[in-house]
């Protein structure tokens, strides 16, 4: 027979480990670690919060290439229509800039939000503020931009939140 806690080797009458002295006879279950709740409100969201965005992403990404592809043929159909008017006004010139600039601001939320979605999913120390930052802006989106925006915001922007996520990012 062996010492459950030292290893050595012990007789089967023996009451008490020679070695170590550890009464024989009484195997004590090992003692699990002690592991805290994730109960923080970052710890609980994080992982949804990265996948909303990398969706809303998407979605503004393909919002962003549709307003190019509209203001293309805005710009093509647009002289035809416009420009033999007689109002004074090129309009076949200037929506087309509109919509492209739209179209252009679209994708560079959508550049801003996958970067957002994928640093908080790998829980980058940087990941926290882009996303309050991109936040703030996508309060102005109708919608979803602006559910996203607050529930961003109620997740990341509190005191209390900073260090939870700087606990885990590991900065």
Request: aromatic content about 10%; proline content about 6%.
């Amino acid at each position: 027979m062996f010492c459950n806690h030292c290893g050595k080797g012990i007789e089967a009458t023996q009451s008490f480990c020679g070695t170590c002295g550890a009464p024989l006879g009484q195997t004590q279950p090992p003692v699990a670690p002690r592991v805290s709740p994730a109960t923080g409100r970052v710890t609980r969201n994080i992982k949804m919060l990265a996948m909303f965005w990398i969706v809303l992403s998407v979605l503004n990404l393909l919002r962003g290439g549709g307003r190019l592809i509209g203001a293309r043929i805005v710009h093509y159909w647009g002289r035809n229509w416009f420009d033999d008017s007689g109002w004074g006004w090129p309009a076949g010139d200037i929506l087309p800039a509109i919509i492209s600039t739209m179209g252009l601001v679209t994708l560079c939320l959508a550049a801003a939000g996958f970067a957002a979605g994928f640093g908080l999913m790998e829980r980058r120390p940087w990941a926290r503020t882009v996303a309050i930052i991109v936040a703030i802006i996508a309060l102005l989106n109708p919608i979803l931009g602006t559910l996203l925006g607050i529930y961003t915001l109620w997740v990341l922007l509190p005191g209390e939140a900073e260090v939870e996520y700087r606990k885990m990012s590991g900065a």
